[in-house]
């Protein structure tokens, strides 16, 4: 059985060298709030040293890539600016594409929409009334209710309508919160319009972020099935699938075809374990036992049992028991 997207990379060595290029998320991946995720900036400067170009792929968009890059070297990791891509500079490259050049675009979000904007030559406003051509929603923690009013009087009155993501939850330092697809929804609700939206699982970010970087053998990293697994997906590209997000086994047993990963592990130090030992679909027949494996397994007889139709083999025991198997990973 395999996962019905790109193939497992067999390779000799670590699994980071099979590929050119991480498309690496970063809520949940790299940091949680202010800290660096255990063990993740260790990891990501080993895969760097042994040749690999890593790109920071968010689909949040409050903050300027310049500020994300500054959050990345303050925990310790050699980012440029430029290797931080986010969905804002996708999306507002997709409304710069829609409507006239320095067309009024009413932005809702961090400080990161208004700037992507600007970088395409349009300009971000804050009111209805001044009336835009565009509405942007991006994620902000500050976003209120007044400035999901009028992104819905103008997308009401017939603007282009245009959203970075459409994630349902954001992990923070103090657990999973509404992300910017809540607020989208809201917008959508009001008006019963649904927007464009450029980031992941959708193509934009995606082949923005696949350009940036020149990569032709990249590997998509990150925590979440319905974005970053399922962008690998859509767009032919191997993932990575961590847990330390917002991603739990119930929920990994539970994937269908185009949201299963390629490769499992517990945290990025999988970057540099055996792909073979990584892989959810069999390479040579032998997975090894790093206290993950059954976990592994259990996914592989569980999917199998989903697409033909039979009951799922595994047991609320199989979950409590492999769940603690990935608690014991992480903190070891």
Aim: aromatic content about 4%; overall charge negative.
């Amino acid at each position: 059985m395999t996962t019905d997207g790109a193939p497992a990379v067999e390779t000799a060595g670590v699994l980071v060298d099979g590929f050119d290029a991480l498309l690496l998320d970063l809520d949940g991946v790299v940091y949680v709030g202010p800290g660096a995720v255990a063990h993740a900036v260790e990891s990501i400067a080993a895969a760097v040293a042994r040749g690999v170009v890593a790109a920071y792929v968010t689909n949040n968009a409050a903050r300027p890539p310049s500020v994300v890059a500054d959050h990345l070297r303050e925990l310790g990791l050699h980012v440029e600016d430029a290797d931080v891509v986010t969905s804002a500079q996708a999306a507002a490259r997709e409304v710069a594409a829609r409507v006239p050049a320095s067309s009024r675009v009413l932005a809702v979000g961090g400080p990161g929409v208004a700037e992507a904007l600007r970088a395409c030559g349009l300009e971000p406003v804050t009111l209805a009334s001044e009336g835009p051509a565009a509405v942007l929603m991006g994620y902000g923690p500050d976003v209120s209710w007044r400035e999901l009013a009028q992104a819905s009087y103008a997308v009401g009155a017939g603007a282009l309508f245009v959203a970075t993501n459409t994630d349902l939850t954001i992990p923070t330092a103090e657990g999973i919160a509404p992300g910017n697809g809540t607020l989208v929804a809201a917008v959508s609700a009001a008006t019963g319009r649904q927007p464009i939206v450029a980031g992941k699982p959708f193509a934009p970010l995606m082949r923005e972020s696949v350009e940036r970087v020149r990569a032709r053998a990249p590997l998509v990293v990150g925590d979440r099935l319905d974005t970053d697994v399922e962008a690998g997906h859509a767009s032919g590209i191997p993932s990575l699938l961590v847990l330390t997000g917002v991603t739990d086994v119930g929920a990994l047993l539970a994937a269908e075809r185009h949201r299963r990963p390629t490769y499992l592990a517990a945290d990025l130090r999988g970057l540099l374990a055996a792909p073979d030992v990584l892989a959810l679909e069999q390479i040579d027949g032998d997975v090894a036992d790093d206290g993950l494996a059954d976990l592994r397994d259990g996914c592989r007889r569980a999917w199998s049992a989903q697409d033909e139709g039979r009951v799922d083999p595994t047991t609320p025991d199989d979950v409590r028991r492999w769940s603690a198997d990935v608690v014991a990973a992480l903190t070891c």
